[in-house]
């Protein structure tokens, strides 16, 4: 990221929230409703991983992350499924589902705390 650029400069693909979402576009469709359901922190669940895994990320990456952590829900929501009428990718639709919503806060916010704290 060129050092004038800002965090509300920086523009979000799909691709980008696809890839933050990697985690649970990995899991089962069953499962991943059921901790949607449970509205459970799967983040905190990975916290040594990712502790580990934000040593290797740019700046550009890291500023990503940041603008995705801090994004309306709804507008998230509105990126993953145009994911989904993509990819196909069921999991994106379970995000997509305002149900999810208070899932996604959660996580997010405990995402952004891991990161950026």
């Known amino acids: ?12 693909t799909h691709k980008d929230v696809i890839d933050m979402m990697d985690l649970f ?24 991983r990712i502790e580990d895994y934000k040593t290797t990320l740019s700046q550009e990456e890291l ?14 929501q509105k990126i993953l499924i145009n994911a989904y009428q993509e990819t196909q990718q069921v999991q994106l639709k379970i995000l997509a589902d305002p149900n ?3 899932f996604i806060t959660k996580n997010l916010q405990e995402l952004g705390e891991i990161i950026f704290t």
Not at 1 to 12: A, H, K, R, W
Not at 34 to 43: A, Y
């Open 25 to 48: 576009t990995r899991v089962p469709p069953l499962l991943l409703k059921l901790v949607i359901k449970r509205n459970s922190n799967v983040v905190r669940s990975f916290q040594d």
């Open 63 to 76: 500023e990503k992350i940041r603008v995705i952590t801090r994004m309306p829900v709804e507008e998230l």
């Open 1 to 12: 990221m060129n050092s004038m650029q800002t965090s509300e400069d920086l523009e979000i």
């Open 100 to 102: 999810a919503q208070p």
